[in-house]
């Protein structure tokens, strides 16, 4: 009798045109092989120590609140005038450090204990107006698929078709610049700021930057395609949280005063959407960095897909490093913060030409990235930013 003999179709020859246009080297080394090269004690969660990082912030908060509260003694404007905005931005940089923590809870690494980690991460976030189990379920996502073109969720690249260019071929200007997406600084800095401050909220309510999923994709509605059957209640209990939230500042409205609310507490609130927009930007977007498709991508290719910028020490101190050692953290999210300047130091020599910061000064980063980054083309499996 024959046997039949189960034959494997051939993979799909992945299309690395671009790859091979810019002498761009997609890597093939593992996550234990980065790992090896990391002390094991920078894995370690210490409980104790997390919550000193926790006191540490709501110190600097209070404080901060505190010496606010004589500003309108004042008698000087001009010296009111200068104070208030010092305030906002100073206690915008410390609060974005109390949000890092919450992320890092959902993450697993605050503590070794889920119900801990869950539990102080709740709290946090919330405090911030963000729906805790509902971010960290998507974010999740978004560090199983970084630099991946159709399973990542955040800051994906616009492709050639939806910015209304012909197919490149067709093109007169091929890779641009193109006239039709020229900007005038002045629209610039318009779309910057509409970004800066309202595109955190709109994500969490609409999902904008993110994948375009069908329906209310929101990370307040349980039932989007965001999220698993299983996950409902936590979903509810996140939305549950900001509302109470809202509530409560509502509350401190009605005995403090609406300008109150707003001068403590509101454009300080804005001010860490600004940072969290900002940094997360920054992190996964940049001309010299290609996406993936499904036949290149793996884990390990796209947490190397991350770029370390520092924002100055004082900056990358109170915000516990999360912009100058993220891609220690796409390698191992479930690192505490402290220990991740000591391994990204190994991590640097493990990956060599494959681990990718960025010195530039931040504002010209900016300016540099939003310009260049325009949109990639609609197929090919390493697609890298065209303007």
Known sequence: MATQRNVKADPVKPVIDEAIERNWEIPNFTIKEIRDAIPAHCFRRDTFRSFTHVLHDFIFIVVLAGLASYIDTIPNVYARLVLWPLYWIAQGIVATGVWVIGHECGHQSFSPSKAINDGVGFVLHTLLLVPYHSWKYSHSKHHKATGHMTRDQVFL???????????????????????????????????????????????????????????????????????????????????????????????????????AVIKYYVIPYFNVNFWLVLITYLQHTDPKLPHYRENVWNFQRGAALTVDRSFGFIIDYFHHHISDTHVAHHFFSTMPHYHAEEATAHIKKALGKHYHSDNTPIPLALWRVWKACRFVEDDGDVVFFKN
Not at 163 to 191: F, K, M, S
Not at 199 to 204: Q, S
Not at 232 to 249: E, H, I, K, P, R
């Open 157 to 259: 690249p616009k492709v050639r078709s939806t910015v209304g260019l012909p197919p490149r071929e067709q093109d007169p200007e091929l890779d641009g610049p193109h006239e039709a997406l020229d900007e005038a600084p002045i629209v610039v800095l318009y779309r910057m700021f509409n970004m800066f401050v309202f595109g955190w909220p709109l994500y969490l309510l609409t999902n904008v930057t993110g994948q375009d999923y069908p329906g209310w994709a929101s990370h307040f509605n349980p039932n989007c395609v965001i999220y698993e059957k299983n996950q409902f209640w936590d979903v509810m209990a996140s939305t549950a949280g900001v509302l109470s939230m809202m509530g409560f500042l509502g509350y401190c409205g009605h005995v403090f005063g609406s300008l």
